[in-house]
């Protein structure tokens, strides 16, 4: 039988687990803003030759392309924003350069109901995209790109309990 899921619940993060354990330690990475949440899979790349004059290929290969997350924050402060956009967080200001390198987590994304999707080891970029008008926010956009690991995927799904 097939398994919906829906919502958002929370986004939680972790130190990184090159060796594909989850962390039992994780907390909630902040206010994920409305409906911003998405994960999403690019198609494959495709190879294709063809013998001359002819419109089917001989050869066909597809490379898939790993899911990625993409989610904003609506809460970050001086330390979140060292943390994921870069920088250092001293005395409550955050300092930043552009040539600060930031540390990869574990990330598991909760619905409401459904799938749970956890990440182990992951990369996270994260821009800041602020609208400073009256109706505007500050948001952090971050992008969730799962990596490499031991044991297991890089990218899970478990039915949550």
Request: aromatic share 4%; glycine share 8%; charged share 25%.
């Amino acid at each position: 039988m097939g398994l919906i899921t829906v919502g958002l619940a929370e986004v939680r993060i972790g130190k990184a687990a090159p060796n594909g354990v989850m962390p039992t330690a994780m907390t909630k990475i902040g206010k994920v803003y409305k409906d911003s949440c998405k994960i999403s899979q690019e198609a494959s790349e495709v190879t294709e030759h063809f013998e001359e004059g002819h419109a089917a290929p001989v050869y066909s290969k597809r490379t898939k392309k790993i899911p990625k997350s993409t989610f904003q924050l609506c809460d970050v402060d001086p330390k979140a924003l060292a943390r994921f956009v870069g920088g250092k967080e001293n005395a409550g200001v955050w300092e930043f350069n552009g040539n600060e390198l930031t540390e990869d987590a574990a990330i598991e994304i909760e619905p409401e109901q459904g799938m749970i999707i956890q990440m182990p080891n992951a990369s996270i970029e994260a821009v800041i995209n602020s609208d400073m008008s009256s109706k505007g926010i500050f948001l952090v956009d971050l992008t969730i790109t799962p990596l490499a690991v031991e044991a297991g995927g890089a990218i899970r799904a478990k039915k949550k309990a």
